[in-house]
């Protein structure tokens, strides 16, 4: 357990219906090894949690879920953002989590998957993102500012992203910023609220 994981969890314990009864659905974007889904899912029994990857990485994330036998994680699906088409049974989702993923992501992909979500996720539903994020236009931390220019070694267009962009972004597709969270090593969770449902073109 990481001090990481464990503070993602006390927030989620303040955020989550404590009420059992009420039963939630959770869709993970970009899920990786499925780490946040193993140690996360099973402190909610209320809670169905689906994890997602792309193509190539499906069938490593799809042993690991099968492995655990965590009753509560779905099988992946596979999703990956700009490439794939959104899963279909958005509807159902009461929360979309997106992972450390916003500064892997062109700013285009990003404002694309924003505005995906704005127009498959029902009102009242909830958008986590979490990562580093500059404010006011600047880094955090030197540490930062040295992996956003690594990032941009790799890709001109990747690199973190500012905490104003992705509300106004959010804003403009339906969103409102429901709290701002600190993490550890300088990351945020950024908490976004779907306001009333309105259809956007995509």
Known sequence: MTTY????????????????????????????????????????????WTTSEKKEKLSSLKKIILDSKIANIQCPLCY??????????????????????IAYLTWKQAKGLMKTMGNRMREGSQVFITGPLKYNGHFLSEIQESFDKKLKEKDSKLGIRSFEDICD?????????????????????????????????E
């Not at 404590?18 to 993970?28: G, I, Q, V, Y």
């Not at 953002?81 to 997106?98: I, S």
């Not at 993490?183 to 956007?200: A, G, I, K, Q, S």
């Open 80 to 101: 990956e953002v700009g490439v794939d088409e959104f899963p279909k049974n958005h509807a159902g989702y009461n929360y979309l989590f997106v992972n450390n993923l």
């Open 5 to 48: 994981n464990q503070t993602l969890l006390n927030i989620l314990e303040e955020i989550f219906p404590a009420d059992e009864r009420e039963k939630k659905r959770l869709l993970e974007i970009a899920s990786e090894s499925g780490e946040l889904a193993l140690f996360l899912a099973p402190h909610f029994s209320n809670l169905t």
């Open 169 to 201: 972004c959010m804003k403009k597709n339906g969103f409102d910023l429901y709290q701002d969270f600190e993490l550890p090593e300088l990351e945020h969770l950024l908490v976004f609220t779907r306001l009333e449902r309105v259809v956007l073109g």
